[in-house]
């Protein structure tokens, strides 16, 4: 990628939390910047993560003190880790001889909605970094957090430096966005759970998106989706191994390749799943929607959902599927609805334990059979199936958790192959 662009071009560089885990691997990343910039490419813009484990250990020590902190001290305390992250990088640089300018998101003016701890990028100031270029500066650029119309520091989302790093790409009008991990690409399968998973080497935005979104831990999906809207090339690429290793490209359909012979493309497995049952519900559709505009103010997203017809005493039934991580605050905003609509008859159910298997592939578009295939290869594993949802380019079932990994190394026999 970086022979076809020329010296001019802005690059944007992410650095996930493994890739700066220790002050060797930081060191080693530095000197590769090091080198791009003694080769002539002296736009480049780097977004890192906190160091692997560092944001666990801040949120733990949050609930410690306080389970139920405001989101204002919560996102106060998260984004420390990619602060020690641009110091560290910046540091590096410099003892590799590159001049670099060590940003902040309130110093740089990544400016987000009000939302703590799932804030939304609203716009991107670039006029430091620019100006930091004119001088022969590598910009370091923390990655995860912004600030909001109040200043108060605000985070993206678990996996956000994805986003950040999509997000400053479009704004400079990068060539294109590199997101450096400890895995060569997007594989068919987690590598962990299916041995004989393969590295795809083109991916299309649609496919690469459902996969994120289904439980592919590459790539964190707003960055996806952000990088289709403007059609942002990505790059995934190992940042422990040479500029020449194969790696995942993705990119519009048309640039990716003709991918009509691909029924499914990759399987993909989240196993972070919970079931909300609600019934009791009256015929009246405002009660759902109601429950469902609640559950969206808290940024909770809703995934498979189950609505029965009335049953003989007139009450409906809900069921639906969302991030076991939500299911506490979804218990909450609903039964605090209930209490203050006077809904007394509605119950709540909770499940958790449970996993979603998803196959992905815009060749399902035009291929018929799939969703017979795919039970089949689970019914056939004896693999009870809970919930099931589709869409022209993918299916995902819901399964017990402890059999995700037989599900999805089913789905993959069938589909990819072994």
């Given at each position: 990628m970086y022979a076809s662009l020329p010296k001019t071009a802005s690059i944007v560089q992410k650095y996930g939390g493994t890739s700066v885990g220790t002050g060797e691997r930081i060191k080693a990343v530095a000197e590769r910047i090091a080198r791009q910039w003694r080769d002539g490419y002296h736009h480049l813009a780097i977004v890192v993560s906190a160091q692997s484990g560092e944001t666990n250990r801040l949120v733990d020590m949050m609930r410690s003190v306080n389970p139920n902190a405001s989101g204002v001290a919560y996102d106060m305390a998260l984004a420390a880790g990619e602060q020690v992250s641009v110091a560290l990088m910046s540091a590096a640089l410099e003892a590799q001889g590159i001049k670099a300018l060590p940003l902040l998101a309130h110093q740089l003016g990544i400016h987000t909605d009000e939302l703590h701890a799932k804030a939304r990028i609203r716009h991107i100031d670039t006029d430091l970094i620019e100006r930091g270029w004119e001088r022969g500066a590598v910009a370091v650029i923390a990655g995860f957090q912004g600030v909001n119309s109040d200043h108060e520091i605000t985070t993206l989302g678990r996996g956000g430096s994805d986003t950040s790093a999509v997000a400053l790409a479009v704004a400079l009008k990068a060539g294109f966005c590199e997101i450096n991990t400890d895995v060569d690409g997007v594989y068919t399968a987690d590598p962990r759970l299916v041995p004989s998973a393969r590295l795809i080497e083109s991916l299309e935005y649609e496919t690469a998106f459902e996969m994120a979104s289904l439980g592919s831990k590459v790539l964190h999906p707003r960055c996806v989706e952000l990088a289709a809207k403007f059609h942002m090339p990505l790059i995934v690429r190992n940042t422990f191994t040479s500029d020449s290793h194969r790696r995942t490209r993705i990119m519009p359909q048309s640039a990716a390749g003709s991918l009509e012979e691909l029924v499914v493309s990759g399987v993909t497995t989240d196993r972070q799943i919970a079931k909300l049952t609600l019934t009791g519900l009256?015929?009246?559709?405002?009660?759902?929607?109601?429950?469902?505009?609640?559950?969206?103010?808290?940024?909770?997203?809703?995934?498979?959902i189950v609505h029965d017809k009335p049953h003989a005493d007139q009450s409906l039934r809900l069921g639906f599927t969302i991030a076991s991580s939500d299911l506490d605050a979804a218990r909450k905003v609903i039964a605090e609805l209930a209490a203050s609509k006077g809904y007394d008859s509605l119950k709540i159910v909770a499940e958790g334990g449970l996993a979603k298997v998803s196959a992905v592939g815009v060749g399902m578009r035009s291929y018929a059979g799939v969703a017979g295939r795919t039970f089949n290869a689970l019914t056939s594993q004896g693999i009870v199936i809970h919930m099931i949802s589709t869409s022209e380019i993918k299916i995902s079932v819901v399964v017990d958790e402890a059999e995700a990994t037989r599900a999805t190394q089913a789905l993959h026999r069938e589909f990819v192959g072994d």
């Open positions: 009256r015929q009246d559709s405002a009660v759902i929607s109601e429950i469902f505009q609640s559950l969206g103010e808290l940024g909770i997203n809703v995934d498979i």
